[in-house]
Every structure is written in structure tokens, then in C-alpha cells.
């Protein structure tokens, strides 16, 4: 495989990166679109990639000599794999701490100016490595030369040290007779030594068996005190009993009394003859509600409507929502659910939104909660009505609030406030659950 005519002579790449350029170009083969790939490879498409550089090496190499778009695609796949180098490469800056097989491939492949040049110079160093292998070859030859002298003179030690292990052999035949005397005689000690263990163990034996004696009593003693408590609880129920029976009579006491009054009061009205009054003092107090103004939210897309207003704040009755929605799922199912829709309205809208839990501290199991909906739990002391209201009275005066609940004294409470109100029905119409 030749390169251009550019002002130097003819390079010749060296078979290793003349094999390493195939294999490269006979994988990018395979992974190109059919129309893609030169008329002349095709055939070899099919093939797998070793089978495709062993049989088509020669219109490979041809294609890249002769396909200027065949032979840029296969530079992309090799500059992806080899950013550096072919960074440096088309930069013209120095190449020589790498590898010179994939200097001279990628100079081949991208062609910069005077990319000749950079070939023959990879060529040459590839040379001068194969140069420099050979002497470390022969080196290594005189080395396994050395080894082998080495081996013999070990050969020759080794047959000393067996003779001068068998005359160290005698010796200690010698001292292992006089070794095994004394195993004897420290045998006869050993025994000794075991029958006055096997005495210790009989009086350890008897130690134990008074302390069982012992452990029986005390559970006998156990059983005794706790029979003597069952009989005591068994008196303190019975006394309980006693104190109910006369709290029960004190409370027919009480009534029969309040019954005498009241008959007593009825009979006083009777003879006085009192006319029924023309009005109550109710009548004078205005209702509540009425004062109140309610503004009610009674359906979805007035829902929707109202959260569409510049900096509208919708505030939620957790609770009373989730259990008139779905309140056969537990709590932590519940928050998680009640939540999740809320994000979703949240980011369609842009409203503010508040979720407020009855609980006092924030329960362990809570779901991540989004960044548009706020979610706080009551007081221990309070509970979440009393927290929608304060939620409410630090609003300003004028600003779009909705509260959604149920509770009719909440929404009474809030109405007084400006906020509109609407049904946890709404709501979950809202999410598609009515």
C-alpha cells in the first residue's frame, strides 16, 4: 500500500500497520449503511470482521488508496479512537512517544501536509524497535546460557548436601532413641497429670449439680411470686370494678336530680302561663356566614381559572382530601399520592401550593417532596385546620388564595379572610378521580 505523490518519494507502510489499517477498515465495513460502502467491498460485507480483512485484504487496501470518502471515514473512526495522536498528527507536533504502527496508520488515513515525511519517520523507528528486540533477544539467549551453568553447579550442590544429610541422618537416629526415652518417661507425668484432672472434673461435676439444685429452688421461688402477682392483679381488677359500679350509681344520682329540676323548672313554666316570644335573641345577630361573602369554587376549570392568576397560592387540607379520595391506602400512600398530583398541577399552573398534614413531627416515611409543593404538618399541639388558617392570615390582603377542604368551619374561617374556597371533590375531579 503506496501513498500520494506530494513531493517526496512513494512511502511504503510496514506490515504491521499495513495489517492493523485493514483490520480497521474491514470493521468499519460492517458497521456502515449498505449504500455506504464501496461497490468493490461489498461482497464483503456479509463476512465477519476477521473473515473480512483475511479475504478482501487486497480491495481493502485498494479502496483506501483509491476512495477518498472511504478512506475519511476510516481516519473518523481511527481519530474517535486516537483523539491525541491524531490531534498531534494534524497539528504537525511531535509524535514519537507513540506507538509508530499507529503513527504511521493515522498519518496514512488523515493525510496532513508532508504526512509522508511522518510515515517514513514511523517506519523508521518501527525498524529500529524491531532492531532493538533482536539484540534483546540475544541477550536473553546468553542469559539462558548462564541459567543452565547456574543449574549445573546447583545439581553439584545438591548432591553434597544429600551427603552430608545422611551423615547428619545417623546423628539424629542416635538422638531420636535418646529422645524417645525421655517421651516415655514424660508419658508416665502426663497420665498423672490426667488422673488428678479427671478428680478435678468429679468436684467440678458436683459444683454444678448443687448449683442446678439451686437454680430449681430459685425458679420454684419465681413461680411462687409470680402466682402471688396474678392474685394481686387479679384484687386490683376487682377493686376497679367496685369504683365503677359506684361511679355508676353516683351518675343515677346525678341524673335523678337534674331530672327532678328540670321537671321541677317545667311545672314553674306551666303556671306562669309564659307566651312563646315573638323573637329569639338570635335574631338580632347576623349570620356568620352570610357576613362572610364566601367566594366558591364549584368545578375544575374554574379551578384552573383561578390558579392562572398572577401569584395565586393554592392551599390543601391534606387529610381531608386523601380520605374522601382514597382512604383505604395508609398514610405514607396517601401523602405520596396527594403530593405527586400536586407537583404535576404545580407545574402546569405556576401556582403556589401548600399541603398541610395533621401529625405534630414530620413523619419518618415522607416520599421526596418537589420544589413547587410546600408540605407542612401541625403542631402537636394544633391541628391542620388551625394551620390552614394561620397559613392564610400571613397572606397579604389582595393576593388570589384557594383553600380546598371539606370542613365547613375552615372554609367559613378562611371566606372571612378573602381566600376562595372549594370541596375536596373539586380537587380530586381535578386529578381525574370522579
Known amino acids: 500500500m503506496t501513498g500520494e505523490q506530494d513531493g517526496h518519494d512513494d512511502v511504503v507502510l510496514s506490515e504491521p500497520a499495513r495489517q492493523q489499517l485493514i483490520t480497521i477498515a474491514a470493521d468499519l465495513v460492517g458497521r456502515l449503511p449498505h449504500d455506504e460502502v464501496p461497490a468493490t467491498l461489498r461482497p464483503f460485507a456479509r463476512f465477519t470482521p476477521t473473515k473480512r480483512a483475511r479475504l478482501g485484504a487486497t480491495q481493502l487496501a485498494a479502496v483506501l488508496d483509491a476512495d477518498d ?21 494534524r497539528d504537525g507536533e511531535s509524535t514519537v512517544a507513540s506507538d509508530p504502527v499507529d503513527t504511521a496508520v493515522v498519518a496514512y488515513l488523515m493525510r496532513p501536509t508532508d504526512w509522508q515525511r511522518v510515515v517514513a519517520e514511523a517506519n523508521e523507528r518501527h525498524a529500529a524497535e524491531r532492531a532493538d528486540s533482536r539484540a534483546g533477544a540475544a541477550e536473553v539467549a546468553q542469559l539462558r546460557a548462564r541459567i543452565d551453568e547456574l543449574k549445573g553447579r546447583l545439581r553439584a550442590e545438591v548432591a553434597q548436601g544429600k551427603a ?57 421461688e419465681t413461680r411462687r411470686l409470680r402466682s402471688r402477682i396474678s392474685e394481686l392483679e387479679r384484687a386490683v381488677e376487682s377493686a376497679r370494678r367496685g369504683t365503677r359500679v359506684e361511679r355508676d350509681m353516683d351518675d343515677a344520682r346525678l341524673w335523678l336530680l337534674v331530672d ?6 317545667a311545672g314553674i313554666r306551666r303556671e306562669l302561663s309564659l307566651p312563646a316570644p315573638p323573637m329569639r335573641p338570635a335574631d338580632t345577630v347576623g349570620s356568620a356566614e352570610a357576613r362572610a361573602q364566601r367566594r366558591v369554587v364549584g368545578d375544575p376549570a374554574a379551578l384552573d381559572a383561578l390558579l392562572a392568576l398572577p401569584n395565586a397560592h393554592l392551599i390543601v387540607d391534606g387529610y381531608n382530601v386523601t380520605k ?19 407537583a404535576a398541577v404545580a407545574a402546569r399552573s405556576g401556582a403556589e401550593i401548600t399541603v398541610a398534614f395533621d401529625g405534630g413531627l414530620r413523619p419518618p416515611a415522607m416520599p421526596p417532596t418537589p420544589r413547587s409543593v410546600r408540605v407542612l404538618f401541625s403542631a402537636p399541639d394544633e391541628i391542620a385546620d388551625d394551620l390552614i388558617r394561620r397559613v392564610v392570615a400571613a397572606e397579604p390582603p389582595g393576593r388570589p388564595l384557594l383553600v380546598v377542604s371539606s370542613d365547613k368551619q375552615v372554609a367559613l374561617d378562611v371566606g372571612r379572610a378573602g381566600a376562595w374556597t372549594a370541596d375536596a371533590a373539586v380537587l380530586l375531579a381535578r386529578f381525574g378521580l370522579t
Request: aromatic share 2%; hydrophobic share 50%; proline share 2%.
Open 324 to 342: 374522601a379520595g382514597y382512604g383505604e391506602l395508609p398514610l405514607a400512600d396517601q401523602r405520596t399520592r396527594l403530593i405527586g398530583a400536586l
Open 260 to 265: 327532678t329540676v328540670t321537671e321541677a323548672a
Open 164 to 220: 552430608a544429610v545422611a551423615s547428619a541422618a545417623g546423628a539424629a537416629e542416635a538422638e531420636l532413641a535418646d529422645l524417645r526415652k525421655q517421651l516415655r518417661a514424660r508419658t508416665g507425668e502426663l497420665r498423672a497429670v490426667e488422673r488428678a484432672r479427671d478428680d478435678a472434673q468429679a468436684v467440678a461435676a458436683a459444683a454444678t449439680r448443687r448449683a442446678e439444685a439451686a437454680e430449681s429452688a430459685r425458679e420454684a
Open 69 to 89: 470518502v472511504f478512506r475519511s471515514r476510516v481516519a473518523d473512526a481511527v481519530a474517535e479512537a486516537l483523539p491525541q495522536l491524531a490531534a498531534a498528527v
